[in-house]
């Protein structure tokens, strides 16, 4: 088998480390102008009901919110990698999820998050467990994840937004690493077969995302080449190792290297941006280029002041459907 030629280091704007960030990186503040649309659009919304799916963009005259929103993506694609949109008045969630399909829509085009079609995900504690093979996903849980890119199974959506309603009463802080840097830092500390082996399948689990009678597991690379330099990135590490389980078998000893490595590097804390979210802030991610996680959380004992965020998924190629 020929051997895996690896990727040049990458030296872009996305290359980036937490040291080296502002506080307020990425933040993108909506001007009078913008807000002025958001709430003239919230007015019609409240007046004349529709269910959030059916709504565009184009039926809507905000260009001040179309100019935001071109902004945010310039950022997503050849920027830092994220934005933080600041942000929507929250008194309504209805309306306030409605107001951030629209923003999101002038991005990209939104796709289903589930295999029964789900496009409007909620993020919040179900007092569930996500293990191997179960379907409960981890953003249903308030355990602590790693870093990791969304639907890395599938076709992933180039992008990953998330709008915070109500954050948790303690911990549920978020926090963003660039794949490229990672990358990068392999490179430096890493024997290049265990780089390598990243760029080799592994198995992932698919959480019961799928139709009945599909097998359980899907199998692809974490790493593969980006044609802009550097690499893009499909990875879970929970997926990857549950994945494993599933199938009843240990993953080989470079996968647990390269697990490993990949491990040691994200766990660096000069590396990983960390913000705690306020409610009405959106945070969206390059979902092949940059790394996102939460910390665990303590959540409130009101139910209706329990962490809740609401995600979309938006993808530039392929389908609407889950698996793209």
Known sequence: MTAIRLPQPYEGPMAWRAAELPPDAGVIRLNPAALAELADAAAFLAANPLPTEALEPEAFDMPACQAAMAEARRALDAGLGFAVIDRLDVSDPLIATKLYWLLMAMAAPIVAQKHDGTMIYDVADTGAEALAGNGVRASKTNARQGFHSDNAFNLPPDYVALLCLQPAKEGGVSGLISFQTVYNRLLETSPGDVVRRLFEPFW????????????????????????????????????????????????????EAALQALATITEDAALAHSFAFEPGQIQIVNNRRIGHRRTAFVDWPEPERRRRLVRLWMRTSGRPFYAG
């Open 204 to 255: 992932f689990d698919r959480q019961l995302e799928h139709a009945p009678g599909d097998a359980p597991v899907s199998r692809k690379p974490a790493f593969q080449a980006a044609a802009s330099g550097g690499v893009e990135v499909a990875f879970s590490p929970r997926l990857v190792r549950q994945g494993a389980e599933v199938r009843g078998e240990a993953m080989d000893d470079r996968a």
